[in-house]
């Protein structure tokens, strides 16, 4: 190529980039937020959020990040300012976790000016990642880390300190250092010392309405103010997920770190692990952990080898999500690898068991994942192909497959609803019992719960098959579910 070819070609890149800057986006809520005033009422339909009016330099959005149980969270586009909003006083822990400035969006009071690239937020607490790849999460004490990592990579990854301990009572795992996770110096990873058999009978028999139906009661003792996550030098941070009491979190080269609540398997150390109290890194990718397969690609009748099932895996992780206790995590290759609480077949494997380490959807293998979402109950991913595939529970027709609502789905289903034919779906997002995507056309698309209109048709009617949200006057650009709302990013339309 000519040399006056590659300076167009630099120039045009140039000017995109400039017109991208100078595009405005404007931001859209429905639902609810249980922390607003009572006398609110739902939003079942998009209403535009206002900017902050503070004096401080924002102008426009650059990102929707969800929110968690009583407030919504978005990213400024000049300042990349953390903004959120929702929570009125003394209305739960989502009041402190969503910096205690009520009902209009306003910026969170971070120990930083950098600009905020990335953002998540569990039930009550949330993560930020920043320009400088630094890692920022408040909320819930025990979803803060409380202690550093201590690594040591010049030795490929080993640890120092101490190790955690294995479940009490726990006969078929492996302790996590076997399988190449971080036992820490300083920390205290709490078990559960109930039997495995009873811990099981507890979570089976709770009921939905027990299980994060109400906001956390307000407690400053219970919870913990911006801090940073520290982590090993080197180590940068591109991307964050937050689950109902854990937080996952993905670095530039692939590998992703975990801490917070364990009691499911979520974090993927092996065992359950009721509170890690600082970053571990979770080994998704060890062929050893998941055990002998007939269907990594290998001839029909054959086992493959550690090296085949790595190679099929993959060399390192693309995308994370966090479900309320499950976790869900994409390799380069396009491979669905799932771990956590597993009564409603929310990990996708067949079963209803809990996983403790970090498996992959087998039924998948020949279908390249893009995108996954985790719910509370639920799970959502996009393939390749921009089709669409959903498993676990269906308490509120939140698989889309318009199937009734007390059918349960432990393996991955084709949502093959006629409104998305031809449709090639981009984006994905989950509520705690709803859910949403994007697709090429810039189309938006919900199902699931619909009490509180945060599927955004105008109703309070749940929806067992995806339905078109009603956006002429945008054009969306990305969609975020929080647990009992949903964010939209659009550009105006001139």
């Known amino acids: 190529m000519s040399e006056n070819g590659v300076r167009g070609e630099e120039d045009e890149v140039k000017m995109k980039e400039e017109n991208e800057e100078k595009k405005k986006y404007e931001l859209f809520m429905w639902g609810y937020l249980p922390g607003v005033l009572s006398h609110k009422s739902p939003l079942t339909s998009p209403v ?40 009125a006083d003394d209305q739960g822990q989502s009041y402190l976790t969503s910096g205690k400035h009520g009902e209009a969006p306003e910026p969170f009071p971070l120990p930083t000016e ?44 080993s640890f120092e300190g101490d190790a955690i301990r294995k479940e009490s009572g726990s006969t078929d795992q492996e302790s996590p250092q076997s399988q190449g996770s971080k036992p820490i110096g300083g920390s205290v990873a709490h078990q559960d010392n109930k039997k495995p058999e009873e811990t099981a009978k507890r979570r089976r028999t709770m009921t939905a309405k027990q299980e994060l139906e109400s906001p956390p009661l307000a407690d400053e003792s219970l919870s913990a103010p911006a801090c940073i996550v520290e982590l090993d030098p080197g180590v940068k941070i591109t991307s964050v997920a937050a689950g109902g009491r854990h937080t ?3 670095s530039d080269v692939g590998q992703v770190w975990g801490w917070g609540y364990g009691g499911e398997g979520q974090l993927g150390l092996g065992s359950r692990i009721k509170i890690v109290a600082s970053p571990h890194l979770i080994p998704c990718l060890d062929a050893s952990s998941h055990g002998p397969d007939r269907s990594l690609g290998s001839p029909r009748g054959s086992i493959t080898t550690g090296s085949q099932k790595r190679k099929a895996l993959g060399s390192y992780i693309k995308s994370i999500s966090c479900g309320g206790r499950h976790s869900a995590v994409i390799t380069d290759t396009g491979v669905l690898l799932t771990f956590g609480w597993g009564l409603y077949g929310q990990c996708g494997l067949g079963n ?9 959807v087998s039924s998948l293998l020949n279908t390249r994942i893009e995108a996954v979402a985790g719910g509370l109950w639920h799970s959502v991913c996009l393939c390749d192909h921009g089709r669409v595939y959903t498993f676990g529970g269906n308490q509120f027709g939140q698989l889309g497959l318009g199937t009734g609502t007390d059918h349960t789905e432990t393996s991955p289903r084709l949502v093959d609803a006629p409104i998305l034919e031809n449709k090639n779906a981009k984006v994905v997002s989950c509520g ?35 339905c078109e949200v ?20 659009a550009e105006s339309r001139p």
């Open 48 to 87: 535009e959020v206002q900017l902050p009016d503070n004096g401080i330099d924002v102008q426009s959005w650059k990102d929707v990040c969800g929110g968690g149980c009583g407030f919504a969270m978005a990213i400024s586009a000049e300042s990349g300012k953390l903004i959120t909003w929702g929570s």
């Open 352 to 360: 209803t068991n809990d996983v403790l380490r970090p498996t992959c």
């Open 248 to 250: 996952l979190a993905l």
């Open 114 to 157: 950098d600009p905020i690239m990335k953002a998540a937020a569990g039930w009550a607490h949330c993560v930020s990642v920043t320009e400088k790849n630094d890692v920022y999460t408040w909320g819930w004490k025990e979803c803060v880390p409380s202690s550093k990592v201590v690594a040591n990579f010049a030795s490929g990854g």
């Open 470 to 489: 009603p956006t002429d006057y945008c054009m969306p650009k990305n969609v975020a579910c929080g647990w009992w709302h949903t964010l939209l990013l």
């Open 432 to 466: 705690a019992r709803h859910s949403a995507i994007m697709t090429g056309d810039s189309k938006i698309y919900s199902w699931g719960w619909n009490k509180y209109g945060q599927l955004g048709l105008g109703d309070t009617i749940d929806r067992n098959d995806p």
